[in-house]
């Protein structure tokens, strides 16, 4: 298997604040990389990781039972982060951690279709088990709402003339491969666009956060996940384009600002205070060491903030 490089996983790891018995979740298992971290430092904690890919799930159990055994693995999506910790007894927490990248061995593994550098099923699906797929989302979504998918999660500028041909050539025979695909996009756009990486990257992210439905999910997630921390307690989020960002960063404005009601006076109840702040004003971006080091951590951005009352 190709190796996973956690991304910011030095300055992730750091601002959760961990104790040595501290209650922490990883929303995103994935190859453990974050985990493993986590574990080694909550020897007397627990643990509590998320993931839905099988995959995923099998690798980073080896990899953390080499750490310690205070672990438990819930193969579940995110989405049911608060309901599946109450069912363990869980209903709060130090410390949650969200890493939202597709793993390098997902984007790898031609056979899974996340990726236009291999030919392989239209699939994209993060949880194996569940029937809808990328397939369905090329060939059944009408013209209209492909373009609206292509702009609103690819911010594909070329979106209309993209969803008309996948609409033309669909009707002549179901498009079901990467190449398929990615070759429709490329004769979709200029030829100046072409030149300038491959036309085909905003579609397939657009595609996948379709089929996953990624931003939906993480929006009420966070709130879920803000409600589970004790005070003192940290949320650190990791997102790889502008469209999780702006939602990660709006929601934590609005959880950190006092209420607009209130705004101005002079002396202000606490009741209306915010019972939150952020950690870091702004985002934290990787090194130059780090790029160095790992290309796919270009985009990234990390974002804490911490419950103080």
Same mark, same amino acid.
């Given at each position: 298997m190709e190796k996973h490089i956690s991304v910011l996983l030095d300055e992730s790891i750091q601002s959760l604040n961990l104790e040595d018995e501290s209650i922490i979740v990883d929303c995103t298992l994935g190859y453990g990389g974050h985990s493993s971290e986590i574990l080694k430092r909550i020897k007397r904690g627990s643990l509590f990781a998320f993931d839905q890919d099988q995959e995923a799930i099998d690798y980073a159990t080896e990899r953390l039972s080499a750490i310690g055994t205070n672990f438990t693995v819930i193969k579940s999506? &995110?989405?049911? /982060?608060?309901?599946?910790?109450?069912?363990?007894?869980? !209903?709060? +927490? =130090?410390?949650?951690? *969200? $890493?939202? #990248?597709?793993?390098? %061995?997902? /984007?790898?593994?031609?056979?899974? #279709? &996340?990726? @236009?550098?291999? $030919?392989?099923?239209? $699939?994209?699906?993060?949880?194996?088990?569940v029937p809808f797929s990328a397939v369905d989302v090329v060939n059944? @979504?009408?013209?209209? $709402?492909? !373009?609206?998918? *292509?702009y609103q999660y690819g911010e594909e500028k070329y979106a209309p003339s993209i969803a008309r041909n996948i609409v033309k050539k669909r009707s002549e025979k179901p498009i079901e491969m990467t190449f398929e695909l990615a070759d429709i996009i490329r004769s979709? +756009? %200029?030829?100046?666009?072409?030149?300038?990486?491959?036309?085909?990257?905003?579609? &397939?992210?657009?595609?996948?956060?379709? +089929?996953?439905?990624?931003?939906?999910? /993480?929006?009420s997630s966070l709130k879920d996940a803000l409600s589970l921390l004790k005070v003192g307690g940290r949320l650190a989020?990791? !997102? &790889?384009?502008?469209l999780e960002d702006r939602i990660v960063k709006n929601c934590f404005k609005e959880v950190c600002s006092v209420d607009p009601k209130?705004? #101005? /006076? %002079?002396?202000? %109840? =606490?009741?209306?205070?915010?019972? @939150?702040?952020?950690? @870091?004003?702004?985002?934290?971006?990787?090194?130059?060491?780090?790029?160095?080091?790992?290309?796919?951590?270009?985009s990234a951005k990390l974002r804490v903030v911490e419950r103080i009352k």
């Open positions: 999506n &995110f989405k049911n /982060l608060k309901k599946e910790l109450e069912q363990r007894g869980i !209903t709060e +927490v =130090d410390g949650i951690l *969200f $890493d939202l #990248g597709v793993s390098s %061995p997902q /984007l790898d593994e031609g056979r899974r #279709g &996340f990726s @236009y550098h291999q $030919d392989a099923p239209l $699939d994209m699906r993060m949880d194996q088990s059944s @979504y009408s013209e209209a $709402d492909l !373009t609206r998918i *292509f979709s +756009v %200029p030829e100046k666009v072409r030149k300038k990486g491959h036309p085909a990257r905003k579609v &397939f992210q657009a595609i996948r956060i379709e +089929v996953n439905q990624e931003l939906p999910i /993480l929006e989020v990791i !997102t &790889f384009h502008s209130v705004k #101005g /006076l %002079p002396s202000i %109840p =606490d009741m209306y205070l915010p019972n @939150y702040q952020l950690v @870091y004003r702004k985002a934290i971006e990787p090194s130059e060491e780090e790029l160095e080091r790992n290309n796919r951590a270009r």
